[in-house]
C-alpha cells in the first residue's frame, strides 16, 4: 500500500518561510516521478513543483520559480517543499502526489497515481 505523508504547513505572514515534508513509503522510491499540488478555496486543484525519484530533474510552475525549491532524500524517502518570500495568493492546501515515472507527459491531476492528506498553508496580509 502506497502511502504519502505531508507535515510543516501552517500560518505565516507574507515575506515569511515554510518547509513542507512529504513522507513516502510502501514502494520503491526511485520508480516515480514526486510532485506538489495546491487548491485554494473554490478553485482547482494546480501543479506547483515535481522532481523526479530516480534522478534529480525538477520543474515548477511559472508562479513559484524563483521562491519555491523541491528537493529529496533518497535516504529517508522524503520529498521537501521550500517556500520562500510567501505571498497571500499561496494560500492553498498542498497536496504531495507519485506518477508512475514512465507515464508520458508532465504531472497533472489526471496522471497522479497517489496523494498525500494535504497540508494547510495560510499566507496573511
Not at 26 to 38: A, D, L, Q, V
Not at 39 to 67: C, H, L, M
Not at 91 to 104: E, G, K, S
Amino acid at each position: 500500500q502506497v502511502q504519502l505523508v505531508e507535515s510543516g504547513g501552517g500560518l505565516v505572514q507574507a515575506g515569511g518561510s515554510l518547509r513542507l515534508s512529504c513522507v513516502v513509503s510502501g514502494y520503491g522510491f526511485s520508480s516515480y516521478k514526486m510532485g506538489w499540488f495546491r487548491q485554494a478555496p473554490g478553485k482547482e486543484r494546480e501543479f506547483v513543483a515535481t522532481i523526479n525519484g530516480y534522478d534529480n530533474w525538477t520543474a515548477y510552475t511559472e508562479s513559484v520559480k524563483g521562491r519555491f525549491t523541491i528537493s529529496k532524500s533518497n535516504v529517508k524517502k522524503t520529498i521537501y517543499l521550500q517556500m520562500n518570500t510567501l505571498k497571500p495568493e499561496d494560500t492553498a492546501v498542498y497536496y504531495c502526489a507519485a506518477q508512475f515515472r514512465f507515464t508520458a507527459g508532465a504531472m497533472t491531476t489526471r496522471s497522479v497515481n497517489y496523494w498525500g492528506q494535504g497540508t494547510q498553508v495560510t499566507v496573511s496580509s
